[in-house]
């Protein structure tokens, strides 16, 4: 039961969607799956609900023509999980919908409203009480260099998807979409996830992107973790102390390799770990029954597992 008082607006246009949201506590309703949630639990709250699903425009996968995609926010989990484009251009992205609780949840939930729960960010930066409900899709985005695409009241905008996840939602602005770059040559991504047990949100959750040269070495390097970390974010110091390595299993057969060592297939799960230790701890959180070393350790884990299979796709 929802204890609280609110106006329910089903938007006929973008516009109007728009300049309802830029009214204080407007809050948009796509699949309801967080949001529904937070009003009957009272963790959150809304004097106004724009429901964005009238909005036939942001549903579907379109094909930009250079290669890449051009994807509604109104597209659902189970949607972007099965589209086979999706699954060429960014499985990473594919991977982590279909990662994300269970098949009502993605039947029913947004890759809009996944991206805007999963910040919970104030324009200031701070990080709401929501921050142990990181959501899965965040860290896909930011591996696949995705660009956000936005309407506010003052009009369209884009937005990369690290300014996202660094600064969250600019107040007022609904998420129209996202646009998915062209995977160039050898390029092959992958998710890995530590579910809660209970509520099948991300312990932690890693995404990958990866280009293996014709040579053998790794370059173009993303690792992108979410709920291990404040917020879902890239981690470049990891990134490059993994480029250019061409060692063995993650096994570890390859540990200790570095860059020029024997041609094989990704880092060793040893120098994926070693390339976390070297991480501070602060960078991950703590005070959710788990130590922030144990999840800069599970970091490491999921980041050689992902490694490994993205690699064994490419050619
Ligand atoms: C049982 C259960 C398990 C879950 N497990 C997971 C999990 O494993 N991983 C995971 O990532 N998530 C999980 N979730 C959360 C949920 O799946 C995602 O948050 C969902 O994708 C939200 O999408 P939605 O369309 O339902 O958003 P809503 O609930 O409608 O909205 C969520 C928030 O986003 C805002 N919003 C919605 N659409 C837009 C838009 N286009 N532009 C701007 N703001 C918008 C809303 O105002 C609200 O603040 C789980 C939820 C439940 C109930």
Do not use: W
Request: hydrophobic content about 45%; some cysteine; proline content about 6%.
């Amino acid at each position: 039961m929802i204890l609280t008082d609110f106006d329910y607006v089903r938007a006929a246009t973008l516009d109007e969607a728009a300049a309802l949201l830029a009214e204080p506590g407007s809050r948009a309703l796509a699949g309801g799956q967080s949001l529904l949630v937070e009003l009957k639990t009272g963790e959150g709250t809304a004097a106004r609900l724009v429901d964005l699903r009238g909005l036939a425009g942001l549903r579907g996968v379109q094909e930009t023509g250079a290669g890449g995609l051009r994807v509604g926010a109104l597209t659902t989990l189970a949607e972007l999980a099965r589209d086979p484009r999706v699954r060429a251009v960014s499985p990473a992205l594919a991977e982590a919908a279909r990662a994300v609780g269970d098949p009502q949840v993605r039947h029913l939930g947004t890759l809009g409203g996944n991206l805007a729960a999963a910040t919970d960010i104030t324009p200031a930066g701070a990080v709401s009480g929501a921050r142990d409900k990181a959501t899965d899709l965040p860290a896909a985005v930011l591996a696949a260099d995705a660009t956000l695409r936005l309407a506010g009241a003052g009009g369209r905008t884009t937005m990369t998807a690290g300014d996202f996840a660094r600064d969250g939602l600019p107040t007022g602005c609904l998420i129209t979409g996202i646009d998915l770059p062209a995977p160039g040559p050898g390029e092959a991504g992958a998710f890995e996830k530590m579910p809660d047990r209970a509520s099948r949100y991300p312990v932690c959750a890693v995404a990958v992107r990866v280009v293996r040269e014709p040579g053998g070495g790794l370059t173009g390097l993303r690792v992108a973790v979410t709920g291990a970390t404040p917020r879902a974010t890239r981690l470049p110091a990891v990134e490059e102390l993994l480029t250019g390595t061409a060692a063995g299993t993650a096994q570890g057969a390859g540990a200790g390799a570095g860059p020029g060592a024997a041609l094989g297939t990704a880092p060793g799960t040893a120098q994926v770990l070693a390339a976390f230790r070297a991480q501070p701890e602060h960078l991950f959180v703590t005070g959710r029954g788990t130590s922030a070393e144990y999840l800069r350790h599970l970091s490491g884990v999921l980041t050689a597992r992902a490694l490994t299979r993205a690699t064994a796709t490419t050619t």
